[in-house]
Structure formats: structure tokens, C-alpha cells
């Protein structure tokens, strides 16, 4: 299955900042996608992050909050704009498994804190 | 509308005792996937096992074995002999047909103590 890297794996950012995390596969995937993870919480799902196009963004997320790039089929960033306390969370990478078998491989995670 | 719960938030056993964690999912959706994720300390979630609904048959890999039951909607995971490195949160999750969203449960945190 494809490994997925992500960095910053862990950041303490100030309120009123912004953030990009960038996340690399190791093989050309047909889907990315955007995961959060709050304190003690479940996955939600930010976006799905679209090659050559804008990302399709989940209820309760926006594009001036969360925007996305997918310049390629192995590259993604995700930027956390202006933040807040409520922003700190685990921000997740996925992509599809390359056997098509619908199984998402996640990176390791990106910690962010804001202070 | 599609819903996962993993009622047990946590989890302690001793180190070879046997433990089952159970997933209860709702989807109107005819064809979909169930999922089990392991998210140890690390924070990296490992695929575990993935079902289809149209495969009943129950599954076994090792020490883990997973009970999938359509009639109560139930994906239960069990682990045999646990070990204090299966020390993780547990995630199910769904998804519907044709999608790779992901739906998933709240998590189950197990602890085994040696």
C-alpha cells in the first residue's frame, strides 16, 4: 500500500496565524483527502482534495478556512488559516489504496496546538 | 443516514484475557464497506480488515477475529489473547457504495495491562 508522509508532524502555532501541512505519497493515488482529529475525538472529514481543481469541502468546512492544493497526483497541502484555540487538533492525510480496493491509507498525523 | 457506534469508549484488560469491541452501524445503502482501524500511540492509523456488506463470513487473522452480522448491523472485533501491544484506540468505520467517505465511530480505547 502506499506510505504517505506528512510535516509538520507537530507544530505550536499563535492565535491569529496560519498554517500549511504538506502531505507526499509514494505512488500516484486518485484520491486525497483531509481528515481532523480533535482532542480525544473522532475522524471527521475536512475535504476531499481534487487534482487540478478546487477541493470539495465537507459541511462545516470552508474553503477560507481550510484551503486546499493538489497540484499533482502524489502531492497535497492543507492550510489552517487564521487560527484558534479550537483549531488545535490532529490533521490526517489519506489517499486511496492503490490495490482499488476502497481502503484509505493515512500519514501519521500532523499535531498542531495553538496557543 | 449513515451512523457508526463504538459504545465502549474504554476498555482495560489483562494482558491474555480475550476482548471483543463492538461496532454498530445504520446505512440505507444496500452495498458498503466496513472498516476496523488501529490508531496506536503514534497516531498512525493501521488498517486492519475491510468487509464488504454482500460477505458475511466471519474473518479471522491470528489473534484478531472480526464477527460481521447484517440482522443486528454489527461488525464486533475480537482479539485473543491480548497483548499490551495491542494497547490502541480502535476505530469502525463505513462507507457507502461507490464512496471512499468515510463514516467513522467514536473509537474504542483499549487498554491491556501486563
Known amino acids: 500500500s502506499a506510505v504517505i508522509s506528512q510535516k509538520p508532524s507537530r507544530d505550536i502555532c499563535q492565535r491569529g496565524t496560519s498554517l500549511t501541512i504538506q502531505c507526499q505519497v509514494d505512488?500516484?493515488?486518485?484520491?486525497m483527502f483531509w481528515y481532523r482529529q480533535q482532542p480525544g475525538q473522532s475522524l471527521t472529514l475536512i475535504a476531499t482534495?481534487?487534482?487540478?481543481?478546487?477541493?470539495?469541502?465537507e459541511s462545516g468546512f470552508v474553503i477560507d478556512k481550510f484551503p486546499i492544493s493538489r497540484p499533482n497526483l502524489t502531492f497535497s497541502t492543507l492550510t489552517v488559516s487564521n487560527m484558534s484555540p479550537e483549531d488545535s487538533s490532529i490533521y490526517l492525510c489519506?489517499?486511496?489504496?492503490?490495490?482499488?480496493?476502497?481502503?484509505?491509507?493515512f500519514g501519521a498525523g500532523s499535531r498542531l496546538t495553538v496557543l | 443516514a449513515q451512523k457508526v457506534t463504538q459504545a465502549q469508549t474504554e476498555i482495560s484488560v489483562v494482558e491474555k484475557e480475550d476482548v471483543t469491541l463492538d461496532c454498530v452501524y445504520e446505512?440505507?445503502?444496500?452495498?458498503?464497506?466496513l472498516f476496523w482501524y488501529k490508531q496506536p500511540p503514534s497516531g498512525e492509523l493501521v488498517f486492519l480488515i475491510r468487509?464488504?456488506?454482500?460477505?458475511?463470513q466471519n474473518e479471522i487473522s491470528g489473534r484478531y477475529s472480526w464477527n460481521f452480522q447484517k440482522s443486528t448491523s454489527s461488525f464486533n472485533f475480537t482479539i485473543t489473547a491480548s497483548q499490551v501491544v495491542d494497547s490502541a484506540v480502535y476505530f469502525c468505520?463505513?462507507?457507502?457504495?461507490?464512496?471512499?467517505?468515510?463514516?467513522f465511530g467514536t473509537g474504542t480505547r483499549l487498554k491491556v495491562l501486563a
Open positions: 489519506s489517499a486511496t489504496d492503490t490495490s482499488g480496493a476502497n481502503v484509505l491509507t
Open positions: 505512488s500516484q493515488v486518485t484520491m
Open positions: 482534495a481534487n487534482q487540478g481543481s478546487e477541493a470539495t469541502y
Open positions: 446505512t440505507r445503502d444496500t452495498t458498503y464497506y
Open positions: 468487509r464488504n456488506s454482500f460477505d458475511e
Open positions: 468505520a463505513l462507507s457507502e457504495g461507490g464512496t471512499y467517505k468515510y463514516i
